[in-house]
């Protein structure tokens, strides 16, 4: 059965008409208008999933700023501090209601980072407190009189630090209109309708999940969590797409398992795990082709032993893996390729069996066929015997077995 992913984004323009972030909104279906929202953490947490985990925060941005509106429920959540800091401009809701206890969270996420915005916003003193907070003030200027609109530039001009954004913008005259009254970004169908993006995905199992989550609550090894990764073709996607993704600021991208549970430690695994849980399916999406795809990925690892470096193994077993996701996701390879942050030699070989590991992913593809003549061609030409040759596949048949995957 294949999932889709859905999300819109509107973009948010200067006084120039560039364009400097996206809106992005909760979506239901691929032609919805607007959001059918039963729970409002429901609704933020399939947002943060689909912008860090299915759709990748690289090709869905493309380097603007992302504006996330925010109930409480998910404010106060650990899922908010998944998202990256630098790319991420948090809108509190005109419905949130004003505490102390939402204050010290506030604070809190912006001493980690964060800024937000304050939507539809309409200046009460109720709302003072949260000004010094705000890096960003948000009007719809169609819900409010023009003096409601001095109003709210006259307070926020209190504060320096502040920036007004006008929204619902439809015209061209409203654009120069408060353009001229002070307002430094605009958003509506004057500049463009809501955007809606699909993406298919496939999610983990609760109970792969699980089991990590027990193995990283209890700091297990990271070689036993790497083992457990294995096994989850969703698993090992989500992980790399997410590690990977602008707001990490790696200077180099991850490549391996082992590596990005290292980066992440326990507990931001933890928390990612628990966003997973809330996605996940209650039984694996495409279990043949999911086993495949993992016996696919070790037979390529096996193979590299004989004649690749350590580092080019931990490559190799990604490379057989994703190999595979273009059948898995229903998209073309290239199209997948363009969402993805990874080394040449794994695209190369993804797109065309070409470069350091594509005469071995064309290996592992001929094993799997039983095709001999292809297999004995290639094996010469990697310098691997027959024998060699026969044994990896045995052992990565015996290793994807031992997984115990359905």
Not at 73 to 100: A, G, N
Not at 151 to 156: C, N
Not at 334 to 355: H, K, M, V, Y
Request: proline share 4%.
């Amino acid at each position: 059965m294949s999932l889709n992913a859905y999300l819109a984004r509107q973009p948010i323009m200067d006084g120039h008409n560039n364009l400097v972030a996206y809106e992005l909104l909760f979506r239901h279906s691929a032609h919805a208008r607007n959001a059918r929202i039963s729970d409002d953490l429901s609704a933020g947490v399939n947002v943060i999933s689909n912008a860090l985990c299915n759709m990748g925060t690289d090709w869905l941005l493309k380097g603007k700023l992302a504006f996330i509106n925010m109930e409480v429920p998910m404010l106060m959540s650990d899922f908010s501090t998944l998202l990256p800091p630098d790319k991420v401009v948090i809108e509190i809701l005109e419905t949130v209601q004003v505490t102390p206890d939402l204050l010290a969270r506030l604070e809190e996420l912006k001493a980690a980072g964060f800024r937000f915005a304050l939507d539809d916003f309409r200046y009460h003193p109720s709302s003072e407190p949260l000004l010094p907070l705000a890096s960003y003030i948000k009007v719809d200027v169609l819900a409010h009189t023009p003096q409601e609109v001095m109003d709210t530039v006259k307070a926020a001009r209190r504060h320096e630090t502040v920036q007004l954004v006008a929204e619902k913008v439809e015209t061209h005259e409203q654009f120069k209109q408060y353009k001229a009254l002070g307002f430094d970004f605009f958003q509506g169908f004057f500049f463009a309708h809501p955007e809606n993006l699909t993406t298919k995905v496939f999610n983990p199992s609760q109970a792969t999940v699980l089991e990590l989550m027990e193995k990283v609550r209890s700091e297990s090894e990271v070689q036993e969590i790497e083992t457990a990764f294995k096994r989850d073709v969703a698993l090992t996607f989500k992980l790399l797409r997410y590690i990977n993704s602008a707001g990490f600021g790696l200077s180099c991208e991850v490549q391996s398992i082992r590596h990005a549970v290292t980066i992440l430690g326990y507990k931001p695994l933890y928390k990612w795990l628990t966003l997973l849980l809330v996605t996940a399916s209650a039984s694996q999406m495409a279990p043949a082709l999911t086993r495949t795809a993992i016996t696919r990925g070790r037979l390529c690892e096996l193979l590299g032993q004989h004649i690749l470096s350590k580092s080019d193994r931990d490559n190799l077993f990604i490379t057989g893996v994703f190999s595979l996701l273009d059948a898995l996701l229903e998209m073309p390879m290239p199209d997948l390729l363009d969402r993805l942050l990874l080394p040449e030699t794994i695209a190369d070989a993804l797109l065309d069996r070409s470069g350091l590991y594509g005469p071995i992913l064309a290996l592992t593809e001929a094993c799997e066929n039983r095709d001999t003549e292809v297999i004995e061609n290639l094996a010469d030409s990697l310098i691997l015997s027959p024998e060699q040759v026969s044994k990896a596949h045995m052992e990565a048949l015996a290793w994807a077995e031992q997984l115990g995957i359905d």
